[in-house]
């Protein structure tokens, strides 16, 4: 169940968890415009602020910053994965098999991987969750696997 800003309003805790649930985000369109504000700010290179420049580049043509894509991903996992506690970064690995490009339409598929409750912390567990930001033709542009403080209910 989601808010009027698409926000999960049911919270959900460790033993609420396991392998193989999924969680999917609302879409969310990138324009140009945005790639580049982000890159200017951020990640200011050729290819991420001008499309001409950007043709003659690996890229062949204006994408956004991988850092970019990983902002937009954490934006919809805050709105899709309704972890009570938040989502508490542990780690996790990224990568980015495809660029993301102006009026791409993202969304975020996160599977939960491993719940493991803690040994030494009887009040919380790390959650294993890959999230895959995929575009309106299902490729995936950021694969995330992070791990997860996830907290238990209060007893």
């Not at 033993?15 to 999917?24: A, I």
């Not at 890159?39 to 003659?56: I, K």
């Not at 660029?99 to 991987?113: K, W």
């Not at 803690?118 to 992070?146: A, F, M």
């Amino acid at each position: 169940m989601a808010d009027s800003n698409g926000m999960a309003t049911e919270k959900v805790y460790l033993e609420d968890l396991s392998e193989g649930m999924v969680y999917e985000s609302a879409q969310l369109t990138l324009e140009a415009a945005q790639i580049q504000a982000f890159a200017s700010e951020f990640d200011p290179q050729p290819f991420h602020l001008d499309d001409a420049a950007a043709r003659g580049t690996l890229f062949c043509g204006l994408a956004a910053s991988g850092w970019h894509t990983a902002a937009i991903t954490m934006k919809l996992l805050v709105q899709s994965l309704p972890l009570a506690n938040g989502i508490i970064g542990a780690g996790g690995e990224i990568s980015w098999p495809r660029p993301t490009r102006p009026g791409d339409i993202l969304r975020v598929i996160s599977t939960i991987l491993t719940v493991a409750p803690s040994r030494s912390k009887p009040d919380r567990g790390i959650v294993t969750v890959q999230s895959e930001t995929q575009n309106q033709h299902g490729d995936v542009c950021q694969r995330l696997v992070s791990r997860l403080v996830v907290f238990r209910r209060a007893t």
